[in-house]
Nanobody, 129 residues
Framework: QVRITESGGGSVQAGGSLRLSCVASGYSDNSRCMGWFRQAPGSEREAVGAIYLRDPHGNQVYYSGSVKGRFTISRDNAKNTMFLQMNNVRSEDTAMYYC???????????????????WGQGTQVTVSS
């Protein structure tokens, strides 16, 4: 059984930083990507970024255009943990942030939420101006 738990959300002022964590376990050796997604009230779920789980792509990471240059995704394999370092946050970054694992063979750079099979419960990030 796949278990995914996000943490680290909270309130932060615009221009500040926040670090989210995602601990995932129980996923298949064939699982391909781990991703961060977010959803604001009244909006569709959108991709933040994704990282390959294993070789040959190693820790190759992809970002959506809205966060590139401000957010950084990394992974600690020994702890089955993925991180999202959020810098220079903006009010439009306010959302529920979700961590997810993808099993199918869709390349991670596509950042497609429907490709992800397993989801956490999310952690709320609120940015105040």
């Amino acid at each position: 059984q796949v278990r995914i738990t996000e943490s680290g959300g909270g309130s932060v002022q615009a221009g500040g930083s926040l670090r989210l964590s995602c601990v995932a376990s129980g996923y298949s050796d064939n699982s391909r990507c781990m991703g961060w997604f977010r959803q604001a009230p009244g909006s569709e779920r959108e991709a933040v970024g994704a990282i390959y789980l294993r070789d040959p792509h190693g820790n190759q990471v992809y970002y959506s255009g809205s966060v590139k240059g401000r957010f950084t995704i990394s992974r600690d394999n020994a702890k089955n943990t993925m991180f999202l370092q959020m810098n220079n946050v903006r009010s439009e970054d306010t959302a529920m942030y979700y961590c997810a694992v993808q099993d199918d063979r869709t390349p991670c750079y596509t950042l497609r939420a429907p490709s992800y099979n397993h989801w956490g419960q999310g952690t709320q990030v609120t940015v105040s101006s």
